[in-house]
């Protein structure tokens, strides 16, 4: 995850210089080869370095298939375009849920990784004819389109600082209230705020940035990636929160977090689809943030009724969180590239890495106000008491996330979702050559 979030814009970038197609196929391989490698590791080292390179291989990979699909697929139909790396990333999800318990039960973690050597060997193959359409593109591009090194360096080091803070690479327990977590945590979140202060000057100060901010200017397209953040912020929560409070709020084994979350996985397998069937046929206004209020109000649900109600009933009251964000995604994907018609390149960066900066986000904030919420001396409470306040904190972890998904729903109320619809600033010239 540090490594894919943090180069996943920079990853965008090369692929508009060098073409999406070349560094979509260096991707896969990348991320055979360091798939194949971790498979082989024989120290915890060995097995963190190789696994840096699968990161790197999925940031090629990732960065680069929007732009691909935008290019390929007009604006009338990226929405059901970008249903089919949704649905393929759910459909994977639940074979691994249940393949690679099956490999770490039965027959080695090495199989984990070594399961990406045939499926990167499919994308290769299915990706090489894409070559024969950018080659000639790709060398004029090559030529014309400068990257700042400097300012690519310190985008993936202040990112790379923000994922960190929110990981627990201190001792002690996993906590944020803890003398050893708060020694650790505060620094890394100052430090991340000097970096962020210090890249914004940089861009600003710069005659070729590598992040042109004033593509920000650009409301609607700031707006969607602000509802993009939130939406994944909302499922990272699910996945922090969910394991939690079944096992310590509820007293039920592990195995009954899977069946709780496997409904939200199986309506991966084909809301996608419609969700970009139905923006690219009616183009709804209220589509999105009504598919967002759906995630808000089974966080609301579950937040005060999962200690009151039947075990069972959990699955079904996370239902419209399932529905909202599977339906949402593929919409929202549609509209981030609409809204940057002149580079694809910046647009698609930015979608991945406001996706991975959900991600951090949803994990961090809701870990932290559980963690606040949670008495000191939670370890040698009785296991009634114990539960109870388990239940409070995540009360208040889904109420925060309440709050946030409905600040993402509003602003979704007033981003036009028209396709076609980006529109430069008036007496702003289009930054940097796109190259698409």
């Not at 060098?18 to 196929?25: D, E, I, N």
């Not at 090495?110 to 990406?116: D, K, P």
């Not at 002690?172 to 890394?188: K, N, Q, T």
């Not at 729903?409 to 796109?434: D, L």
Request: hydrophobic share 55%; net charge neutral; glycine share 8%.
């Amino acid at each position: 995850m540090l490594v894919l979030g943090s180069t996943v814009f920079l990853a965008a970038r090369l692929g508009e210089k060098y073409g999406h197609a070349k560094m979509y196929l260096l991707g896969a391989v990348i991320l055979c080869a360091g798939s194949t490698l971790a498979a082989t590791a024989f120290t915890l080292n060995q097995l963190i370095f190789w696994s840096g390179f699968v990161g790197i291989g999925g940031a090629l990979i990732t960065a680069n298939s929007n732009a691909i699909l935008a290019m390929v697929f007009d604006n009338t139909e990226r929405g059901r375009a970008f249903s089919v790396p949704a649905v393929a990333a759910r459909m994977g999800g639940l074979i691994g849920l249940v393949a690679f318990g099956l490999f770490l039960q039965f027959i080695s973690w090495r199989l984990v990784f070594l399961t990406s050597l045939p499926l990167g060997l499919i994308a290769i193959k299915n990706s090489y004819p894409l070559l024969k359409y950018q080659v000639e593109q790709a060398a004029e591009n090559a030529s014309k389109i400068n990257i700042n090194y400097v300012g690519a360096i310190l985008m993936v080091v202040t990112l790379g600082t923000f994922i960190l803070s929110g990981l627990h690479v201190h001792e002690g327990d996993e906590s944020f209230v803890s003398r050893e977590a708060l020694s650790y945590h505060i620094p890394m979140h100052m430090l991340f705020l000097s970096l962020l202060a210090l890249f914004i000057v940089v861009q600003q100060r710069s005659r070729e940035p590598f992040l042109d901010l004033r593509y920000f200017k650009q409301k609607y397209f700031s707006m969607a990636l602000f509802t993009n953040t939130t939406a994944h912020l909302s499922m990272l929560a699910v996945t922090t929160l969910i394991p939690i409070m079944v096992e310590d709020g509820l007293g039920q084994i592990p195995l009954m977090v899977t069946v709780v979350l496997f409904p939200n996985q199986f309506l991966g397998l084909f809301l996608p689809t419609l969700g970009g069937w139905i923006y690219d046929r009616y183009n709804p206004r209220f589509f999105r943030p009504a598919a967002l209020a759906l995630i808000a109000g089974a966080f609301l649900m579950v937040g005060f009724l999962a200690g009151d109600v039947p075990f069972w009933m959990l699955p079904i009251m996370l239902l419209p969180a399932g529905i909202g964000f599977n339906l949402f995604s593929t919409a929202n994907n549609a509209v981030v590239m609409n809204s940057l018609e002149e580079s694809r390149t910046f647009a698609s960066g930015m979608l991945e890495t406001t996706r991975q900066m959900g991600h951090t986000i949803g994990t961090t904030i809701s870990a932290a106000v559980l963690g606040l919420a949670l008495p000191v001396a939670i370890e040698v409470l009785p296991v009634f008491e114990a539960q109870a306040a388990y239940r409070q904190g995540f009360q208040y972890s889904a109420l925060v996330v309440v709050w946030i998904m409905a600040a993402g729903a509003f602003v979704a109320i007033f981003t036009k979702t028209t396709p076609g619809v980006s529109e430069t600033p008036s007496g702003t010239p289009a930054p940097q050559a796109s190259g698409d």
